[in-house]
């Protein structure tokens, strides 16, 4: 007697109600769920419902015999497995089966022995095409995470090679040596068309945008390869080119695997364990080649590869196990990464830039990747995190922008320094200034471009002869108008800057001496007219230059400086902002004192 339960959902149609209350008792010990009918409709109705792995039906039936039932069965699913029960004498029925290519029939009566037999083949079918179901959804949730890669070159303006990191030499073959000094076209495959460079020339040195494509290669051995590349122009201040930054990822071994793992599904006897360990050589593969963690749905660390020890300094033992925010870094918000998983849940993936430490604290910068590996149902498995380390590029782009902050700065020093001011004023002023922008409600980046931009305010005093700018005595009416010039010298050296914050220093250079009431140059703004930037700058310059002895005038007492912002409220000052600034004066004095002369 058969004794092994099948792992199967069965549908059991039988009209004779002693045949069928008989061998349902039976079959629902032996099979995982089992559904009955007792005739054809009902069996199609269930069918339809409850989709079972595997059908047992009765041939002749009242309503609907079982060779319809079967045929309307197949019209839903090619794939249905059927058994027939039919008797010596029906001969006509099983013609009809073997042109439907029923997958098995037992006579009646019934030999349960035989009957489990043709159902246990049955089953394996069934696993073997489940098998192949999971296995094609893994496969495909795999391919997903390989859009992102690691192969990085940098080469200089005109093109040549200045850097390779160790996988693009492991790619084409090349050594690093081989590589630097030469253009790409030591890589280039003939079959590549050469529009496809035009355009990429054309985007990244014309248009200074990045470029995306996908590119087919040569290796060093003559043999080809082929990535998803993104090229992106690094520019310095005056919006030149200073390099070009290429990240790629290898998409040869996905094509092939993919090709490789399509011609063994075709091969009806293909067996899980095969499948499976295609799958782990796949796996392998990429996670030699990119940084990864695999984190559970309740957010606990499951997996880290190699890569991410070598680069974090970590252990396995450290961190598998531990939850995620253990390596959180503490700038990023928690609610960010958050949103960055729940994102990927929702959607499938996120992609972004993340900021994580080493275990001895120093920052790391990555573009990462979390992708939400889900089974057939699409309930939730797991995150696969891939990560691509940014970091060096990072330091730099934060290394230029501290210089173009340092040239601002100088610049304004040499026009204050001129009228034998001191580099602390316009220290003071950028301070000031950022700090009025918070307390009026502007955005923190845009407070950021106004400490950089009001250094610049007098910039234009460059232009203005040192008899008039050093004066120690009042200016004569025409001492004044040529004085006057200086907003308009500072705005012609700085209005045609592509750079936002250069953009806002002519902005602040050419507004700074306009007044609310309209009485102000170069130009009568009044009110809002004036540009916000304008309207803070002027009271924080002229509250720097009264609280500090200038070539013509003695530093003014606290007590004068506020009786005459309050007076110029409303008449050269926006009166919001002298609310402001004196309803914060407090701050304002910390910034004077901390930038004072003496230091």
Same mark, same amino acid.
């Given at each position: 007697?058969?004794?092994?339960?099948?792992?199967?959902?069965?549908?059991?149609?039988?009209?004779?109600?002693?045949?069928?209350?008989?061998?349902?008792?039976?079959?629902?010990?032996?099979?995982?769920?089992?559904?009955?009918?007792?005739?054809?409709?009902?069996?199609?109705?269930?069918?339809?419902?409850?989709?079972?792995?595997?059908?047992?039906?009765?041939?002749?039936?009242?309503?609907?015999?079982?060779?319809?039932?079967?045929?309307?069965?197949?019209?839903?699913?090619?794939?249905?497995?059927?058994?027939?029960?039919?008797?010596?004498?029906?001969?006509?029925?099983?013609?009809?089966?073997?042109?439907?290519?029923?997958?098995?029939?037992?006579?009646?009566?019934?030999?349960?022995?035989?009957?489990?037999?043709?159902?246990?083949?049955?089953?394996?079918?069934?696993?073997?095409?489940?098998?192949?179901?999971?296995?094609?959804?893994?496969?495909?949730?795999?391919?997903?995470?390989?859009?992102?890669?690691?192969?990085?070159?940098?080469?200089?303006?005109?093109?040549?090679?200045?850097f390779v990191n160790e996988q693009f030499e492991?790619?084409? !073959?090349?050594? /690093? $040596? +081989? =590589?630097?000094?030469? *253009?790409?076209?030591?890589?280039?495959?003939? #079959? %590549? &068309? @050469?529009e496809l460079f035009e355009d990429m020339w054309?985007?990244?040195?014309?248009?200074?945008?990045?470029?995306?494509?996908?590119?087919?290669?040569?290796?060093?051995?003559?043999?080809?390869?082929?990535?998803?590349?993104?090229?992106?122009?690094?520019?310095?201040?005056?919006?030149?080119?200073?390099?070009?930054?290429?990240?790629?990822?290898?998409?040869?071994?996905?094509?092939?695997?993919?090709?490789?793992?399509?011609?063994?599904?075709?091969?009806?006897?293909?067996?899980?364990?095969?499948?499976?360990?295609?799958?782990?050589?796949?796996?392998?593969?990429?996670?030699?080649?990119?940084?990864?963690?695999?984190?559970?749905?309740?957010?606990?660390?499951?997996?880290?590869?190699?890569?991410?020890?070598?680069?974090? !300094?970590?252990? /396995? $033992? +450290? =961190?598998?196990?531990? *939850?995620?925010?253990?390596?959180?870094?503490? #700038? %990023? &918000? @928690?609610?960010?990464?958050?949103?960055?998983?729940?994102?990927?849940?929702?959607?499938?993936?996120?992609?972004?830039?993340?900021?994580?430490?080493?275990?001895?604290?120093?920052?790391?910068?990555?573009?990462?990747?979390?992708?939400?590996?889900?089974?057939?149902?699409?309930?939730?498995?797991?995150?696969?995190?891939?990560?691509?380390?940014?970091?060096?590029?990072?330091?730099?782009?934060?290394?230029?922008?501290?210089?173009?902050?340092?040239?601002?700065?100088?610049?304004?020093?040499?026009?204050?320094?001129?009228?034998?001011?001191?580099?602390?004023?316009?220290?003071?002023?950028?301070?000031?200034?950022?700090?009025?922008?918070?307390?009026?409600?502007?955005?923190?980046?845009?407070?950021?471009?106004?400490?950089?931009?009001?250094?610049?305010?007098?910039?234009?005093?460059?232009?203005?002869?040192?008899?008039?700018?050093?004066?120690?005595? @009042?200016?004569?009416?025409?001492?004044?108008?040529?004085?006057?010039?200086?907003?308009?010298?500072?705005?012609?050296?700085?209005?045609?800057?592509?750079?936002?914050?250069?953009?806002?220093?002519?902005?602040?250079?050419?507004?700074?001496?306009?007044?609310?009431?309209?009485?102000?140059?170069?130009?009568?703004?009044?009110?809002?007219?004036?540009?916000?930037?304008?309207?803070?700058?002027?009271?924080?310059?002229?509250?720097?230059?009264?609280?500090?002895?200038?070539?013509?005038?003695?530093?003014?007492e606290l007590d004068r400086i506020i009786k005459?912002?309050?007076?110029?409220?409303?008449?050269?000052?926006?009166?919001?902002?002298?609310?402001?600034?004196?309803?914060?004066?407090?701050?304002?004095?910390?910034?004077?004192?901390?930038?004072?002369?003496?230091?």
């Amino acid at each position: 007697m058969f004794n092994n339960k099948l792992n199967i959902s069965l549908l059991y149609v039988e009209d004779d109600i002693h045949t069928r209350e008989e061998l349902s008792q039976i079959l629902d010990y032996h099979v995982t769920k089992l559904y009955i009918a007792e005739n054809g409709e009902e069996g199609l109705k269930l069918y339809k419902e409850y989709k079972p792995d595997l059908v047992l039906t009765d041939i002749k039936m009242p309503i609907l015999d079982g060779i319809a039932m079967s045929k309307k069965i197949r019209e839903l699913n090619p794939y249905a497995k059927i058994i027939l029960l039919t008797a010596f004498n029906e001969s006509t029925y099983l013609v009809e089966a073997i042109k439907m290519s029923i997958d098995s029939y037992v006579t009646k009566p019934i030999n349960l022995t035989e009957l489990f037999e043709n159902m246990e083949k049955v089953s394996s079918l069934v696993d073997i095409r489940k098998d192949k179901e999971n296995i094609d959804n893994l496969l495909e949730e795999y391919k997903k995470t390989v859009d992102l890669s690691s192969i990085v070159s940098k080469t200089n303006a005109k093109g040549v090679i200045t850097f390779v990191n160790e996988q693009f030499e492991s790619i084409s !073959g090349y050594k /690093k $040596e +081989e =590589l630097i000094g030469n *253009s790409h076209n030591i890589v280039r495959h003939e #079959d %590549t &068309p @050469k529009e496809l460079f035009e355009d990429m020339w054309k985007t990244i040195k014309v248009l200074k945008k990045p470029w995306y494509g996908n590119i087919k290669n040569k290796k060093k051995d003559g043999s080809a390869y082929y990535v998803k590349t993104v090229i992106n122009p690094i520019l310095d201040i005056d919006n030149n080119i200073i390099e070009f930054i290429a990240v790629r990822s290898d998409i040869t071994e996905l094509e092939e695997t993919k090709l490789k793992l399509e011609e063994q599904y075709q091969k009806a006897s293909i067996k899980y364990n095969e499948a499976s360990s295609l799958s782990k050589i796949y796996e392998e593969a990429f996670n030699k080649s990119s940084i990864i963690l695999r984190v559970t749905s309740d957010m606990q660390i499951k997996y880290i590869n190699k890569m991410f020890c070598e680069l974090t !300094g970590f252990t /396995k $033992e +450290e =961190l598998e196990g531990e *939850s995620y925010w253990t390596i959180k870094h503490p #700038d %990023t &918000p @928690k609610e960010f990464i958050e949103e960055a998983f729940v994102q990927a849940k929702d959607n499938g993936v996120w992609k972004g830039q993340l900021k994580g430490l080493t275990k001895d604290k120093k920052d790391i910068h990555y573009i990462s990747t979390i992708v939400a590996i889900k089974d057939l149902n699409g309930n939730l498995i797991e995150y696969l995190c891939i990560r691509l380390d940014i970091t060096k590029v990072i330091e730099l782009h934060e290394e230029l922008e501290e210089t173009q902050r340092e040239i601002i700065y100088t610049m304004g020093e040499i026009g204050e320094t001129r009228s034998k001011e001191t580099g602390f004023h316009v220290k003071r002023v950028a301070e000031y200034s950022k700090l009025l922008a918070l307390k009026f409600g502007l955005s923190k980046e845009e407070a950021e471009i106004l400490r950089l931009a009001s250094p610049m305010h007098d910039i234009g005093k460059v232009g203005i002869p040192d008899s008039i700018l050093n004066k120690p005595a @009042k200016l004569t009416p025409q001492e004044y108008e040529i004085m006057k010039d200086h907003v308009n010298i500072g705005y012609d050296l700085l209005k045609n800057s592509s750079r936002d914050t250069l953009k806002a220093s002519a902005i602040v250079a050419y507004e700074h001496h306009e007044k609310w009431d309209g009485s102000g140059y170069p130009r009568g703004l009044k009110g809002e007219e004036i540009h916000i930037f304008g309207r803070i700058t002027a009271i924080c310059d002229v509250f720097d230059a009264l609280a500090h002895e200038r070539p013509y005038k003695k530093a003014w007492e606290l007590d004068r400086i506020i009786k005459l912002l309050k007076e110029e409220k409303a008449k050269h000052f926006d009166p919001v902002l002298v609310d402001l600034f004196l309803e914060n004066l407090d701050k304002f004095l910390e910034i004077k004192n901390t930038y004072e002369d003496k230091f």
